[in-house]
């Protein structure tokens, strides 16, 4: 691990996953944004591929309308997303609602200068809500969430 990966604890290095996940089929929110469910849906995937404010829109109503124990990859690891006010704003609000619920939320971003902002903007979130962690790989941030995974 790198000197400046080290210093950081809000970065996780690549982890083998516990066990191999499978993936349910592929639910399209919006143009550009998608939703699967891993081991019979205790974990949710969002790929998120554009920032247009109606998806993002969309996408935050669908997870505002989850109310158990939370799971969840924001896979913003598309070369199209910015983090623009209205994405920023939307984010903050996820972070905030519903205080009390339990669960995990885990950015998959891509390796870059530019993603520095973006786990900047998590890291500030972790002051509310459900534990959040930045990612480099999608493997990763399954074996995190694996760790407080609960059976069905």
Do not use: C
């Amino acid at each position: 691990m790198n000197a400046e990966l080290q210093s950081d604890p809000n970065i996780v290095e690549p982890q083998p996953p516990t066990s191999p996940p499978v993936q349910s089929e592929i639910i399209t929110i919006g143009k550009g944004l998608t939703k699967a469910f891993l081991f019979d849906k205790r974990i949710v995937i969002f790929h998120l591929d554009t920032v247009a404010r109606d998806i993002i829109d969309a996408g935050a109503k669908d997870v505002l309308e989850t109310k158990h124990q939370y799971l969840v990859i924001y896979d913003i690891t598309s070369a199209k997303i910015a983090l623009t006010p209205h994405l920023r704003q939307r984010l903050q609000e996820l972070a905030k609602a519903y205080p009390d619920l339990k669960g995990r939320s885990a950015v998959v971003l891509p390796r870059s200068v530019i993603t520095q902002v973006f786990k900047l903007f998590v890291i500030a979130q972790n002051r509310v809500g459900r534990r959040k962690q930045v990612f480099f790989d999608r493997e990763s941030a399954i074996a995190w969430l694996q760790q407080v995974m609960v059976d069905p």
